[in-house]
């Protein structure tokens, strides 16, 4: 368990509860910290995340091998994203990925750290790897600022390379692919910057806060932002059954192209000759009676039945929600791949029936981009034809 963050002790500060316990989930108005984080004048605590190293000489073909995303030629200071999958193509672990030359850095959310550091050492073998938690040593602190400093952040070096994540989902990757046909991606304007620092300094950068050369956010900004940017995360968009390609997630986390790894045929052959079983949509809730639903709640929508009356049934479930300062009451949620785009659904939510807006992120038609052409029947022939 992470050390109580400093960043608690500022005025106003209200602790997160759930995934996000440990950090603040705002500083007193969640609505301005938005404006400022999205204009880089703020930090948000993540000291709550998890932290892995991977050292040793053979520490980035392992991981190659092992995971979705081509890491190979991943040079020092660079960053990427990665997901282990299940043999059958289903999602397990993500995590951020920075190498500094001699040691590749990894980091996930908190409550994945043990079951991936248990995993991982076994999967060793014969290898020249060293897997070590530094979660007590170093702690993640997020921003949309470009430049760290300007935030009075200091990435660690231990190796000469700062250590500064920047997410890769801001465009499509190489070897990557996405499924949103939207003219204009709202991830464009997604600048998330992630920069381990020392966790001995974490006071220094809370008074730096007190003194206002830098603005403190709280994570129901950074999940609101987050969401209007179509981000998944694998604490809320992910079950026990889910492919990257319902999440639009091939887009920044999978490479296409790279070699064999664990649930590889899955993804091909969904990507190449099938559909995903599900797809992820924004929704636009209706606010008129101030219930912002939560993770979990059910998404319905109305089927026509034979006989002429009508029926809700459900379709999905609420994965993310959020209060956007511009885009109001939105949320992410996982649906079935055949429910029209056009029809308005609804989220069962404390009793109320919200009614929801979809945003296409992931279309109906995602997958089978391999046009394998049909041969014609061949009937039976007459003698001379």
């Known amino acids: 368990m992470s050390p109580v963050s400093p960043l608690l002790e500022l005025d106003g500060a209200v602790q997160a509860d759930g ?102 050492d076994k999967m060793r073998f014969t ?76 006071p220094a950068l809370r008074d730096a806060v007190r003194a206002g050369t830098v603005s403190a956010a709280g994570t129901l900004a950074l999940e609101a932002l987050r969401i209007a940017a179509w981000r998944p995360r694998r604490a809320t968009e992910v079950d026990e059954k889910t492919l990257p390609h319902e999440l639009d997630w091939l887009r920044s986390a999978v490479h296409l192209n790279k070699g064999c790894y664990r649930g590889q045929e899955t993804v091909a052959k969904v990507h190449n000759l099938g559909h995903p079983p599900r797809r992820l949509v924004l929704l636009h809730l209706d606010g008129s009676d101030a219930v912002l639903p939560v993770h979990g709640d059910e998404v319905e929508a109305t089927k026509q039945l034979a006989d002429g009356e009508t ?34 659904l609804h989220v069962q939510s404390q009793g109320i029936s919200v009614a929801a807006a979809q945003e296409v992120i992931v279309p109906q038609s995602a997958g089978s981009v391999a046009e394998i052409p049909r041969l014609p029947r061949l009937g039976i022939r007459t003698p001379g034809h």
């Open 127 to 202: 290898l020249r790897v060293q897997v070590v938690d530094h979660s007590l040593a170093y702690a993640v602190i997020g921003t949309m600022a470009v430049d760290p400093a300007a935030v009075h952040l200091a990435p660690a070096a231990p190796n000469g390379v700062a250590l500064t994540w920047r997410d890769p989902w801001s465009s499509v990757g190489n070897g990557g692919f996405q499924y949103a046909d939207a003219p204009a991606h709202p991830a464009a304007d997604w600048h998330w910057t992630e920069a381990l620092v020392l966790r001995d300094r974490l």
């Open 311 to 344: 029926e809700r049934r459900g379709v999905g479930v609420i994965t993310s929600s959020a209060r956007h300062h511009e885009l109001g009451p939105i949320a992410l949620a996982v649906i079935k791949r055949t429910v029209p785009a056009d029809i308005t």
């Open 19 to 120: 995934l996000d316990a440990g950090v603040a989930a705002h500083y007193g108005n969640p609505m301005i910290e938005q404006r400022r984080l999205l204009a880089g004048e703020a930090v948000v605590d993540l000291s709550n995340r998890g932290v892995l190293g991977v050292a040793g000489p053979d520490r980035l073909t392992w991981l190659n091998s092992i995971s979705s995303q081509e890491l190979r030629s991943l040079a020092p200071g660079q960053s990427a994203e990665t997901l282990l999958l299940d043999p059958n193509g289903r999602i397990e672990y993500a995590m951020d990925v920075i190498d500094d030359g001699v040691e590749t850095w990894l980091i996930l959310e908190a409550g994945e750290l043990p079951g991936l550091h248990t995993w991982l």
